[in-house]
């Protein structure tokens, strides 16, 4: 069970990682991006959930977490709607209802 949490959060880290990065490409110049604080925050997320993702994969098996990765959307979904103030569509309701559905019929 502590294994299904920690992909959890490592695709949390995945999605927060990827907004900072987001966020640190607001330059024009690609030069401002690698001194950017957000850039470096990112990158840190995104590798403590590449370290999550390791550990896991000692436990379980791939052809269950690779998939459960797909969760990754799904923060990405409400993170995007919370921070960045997008849109959600009907269309991508179902997508990530099916994300879920997929997701939970590969780890039974």
Request: charged share 10%.
């Amino acid at each position: 069970m502590i294994y299904y949490v920690l992909m959890l959060v490592m695709t949390l880290c995945g999605s927060i990682g990827s907004l900072f990065l987001k966020k640190a490409t607001g330059h024009e110049k690609f030069l401002y991006v690698i001194v950017d604080k957000f850039f470096y925050i990112g990158t840190l997320v995104y590798l403590a959930g590449a370290v999550i993702n390791i550990y896991i994969l000692r436990y379980i098996d791939y052809s269950v977490a690779l998939p459960f990765t797909a969760f990754t959307y799904v923060w990405t979904i409400f993170i995007a709607r919370a921070v960045l103030k997008e849109k959600i569509s009907l269309q991508k309701i179902i997508g990530i209802i099916l994300v879920i559905i997929g997701a939970i019929l590969v780890a039974i």
